[in-house]
């Protein structure tokens, strides 16, 4: 019976063997989100002008007779770069861009009357839900690193949900840069 009670009160032998993995894994997430960060927020940007060649429409709603709602506009340019601007529609075909250096994300949108960069929902901007996601992300990676490098013995179950808590968000956060 106490052999029991240690085993659940201490780290067995897979956390053991496998917590050095998870700490180097969670780190180079963290590397990896804050060299996104870096890039959109830090590194100098290029410029360019373009030319919106289409855009989609985005929507939530429209279920059980009521009318969508527009939420955001998705637009692709002729050299290749795609935004979303929240609920503000560019009237002008003709634009100026500003990408950042590494990812080429569109860090700012101006046409010849209107800036359109505080609507800008897309990438890591403040407007868009990656921001968010993977702001909690780096918040859950925190927490995790500090309950896997303290000296505290923690359960198998919470070794779990530290691993696929985690990677749950790594997955959500790559979606949403497929889906923006």
């Known amino acids: 019976m106490p052999n029991s009670l240690h085993k659940d009160s201490s780290e067995n032998d897979f956390i053991i063997k496998n917590k050095t993995t998870v700490i180097y894994a969670l780190k180079a997430i963290t590397f990896f989100i804050l060299v996104g960060f870096l890039d959109f927020y830090i590194l100098p940007n290029s410029k360019t002008t373009d030319v919106i060649t289409h855009y989609a429409v985005r929507t939530v709603g429209g279920k059980n007779g009521t009318e969508p709602q527009k939420v955001s506009y998705h637009y692709y340019t002729k050299k290749g770069f795609t935004f979303?601007?929240?609920?503000?529609y560019i009237e002008e075909n003709d634009?100026?861009?500003e990408y950042s250096l590494l990812f080429k994300s569109v860090?700012?949108?101006k046409s010849t009357?209107?800036?359109?960069?505080?609507?800008?929902?897309?990438?890591?901007?403040?407007?868009g839900i990656q921001f968010y996601f993977c702001c909690?992300?780096?918040l859950s990676i925190a927490i995790s690193l500090k309950i896997l490098l303290s000296k505290k013995a923690f359960t198998e179950n919470a070794f779990y949900n530290i691993i696929c808590f985690n990677f749950f968000?790594?997955?959500i956060c790559l979606y949403m840069t497929y889906l923006y």
């Open 84 to 88: 979303s601007t929240v609920k503000k």
């Open 95 to 97: 634009i100026q861009l």
């Open 107 to 109: 860090t700012k949108v």
């Open 113 to 127: 009357n209107n800036d359109y960069t505080n609507n800008l929902s897309s990438s890591l901007s403040i407007n």
């Open 136 to 138: 909690v992300l780096l």
């Open 169 to 171: 968000m790594v997955f």
